[in-house]
């Protein structure tokens, strides 16, 4: 696997970011009538997670070890975490795939 420019892990944490920010927003002032809370969540850990990674991947380019580490840390944490609330959700009933 090659690895990505800093300019490019800053550009996707950034859209990561922001879609994490969207969809809070969205189910704030209720803008889709299918997203409910417990889908909201799972939508911004998911993209929170990804934008930790992202974060990771741009310090570690500068060498910014302890940076790069707890961003990579915590954005494994909120992926999992967002797998588990889909599992969790699944199967309790609070998201229904149709």
């Known amino acids: 696997?090659?690895?990505i420019s800093?300019?490019?892990c800053?550009?996707?944490g950034i859209i990561f970011a922001l879609a994490a920010v969207v969809f809070a927003v969205l189910y704030h002032f209720n803008l889709i009538k299918s997203l409910d809370?417990?889908?909201a969540l799972t939508y911004v850990a998911y993209f929170v997670g990804l934008a930790l990674m992202y974060n990771g991947g741009y310090h570690r380019e500068?060498?910014?070890t302890p940076s790069a580490l707890i961003s990579f840390i915590l954005g494994f944490?909120?992926?999992i975490?967002?797998?588990v609330l889909l599992v969790y959700g699944l199967?309790?009933?609070y998201i229904v795939l149709f």
């Open 6 to 8: 800093p300019k490019k």
């Open 77 to 79: 944490l909120f992926i």
């Open 81 to 83: 975490l967002a797998i």
């Open 91 to 93: 199967v309790q009933g």
């Open 62 to 64: 500068y060498r910014r």
């Open 37 to 39: 809370s417990f889908l």
């Open 10 to 12: 800053m550009g996707f």
């Open 1 to 3: 696997m090659g690895k």
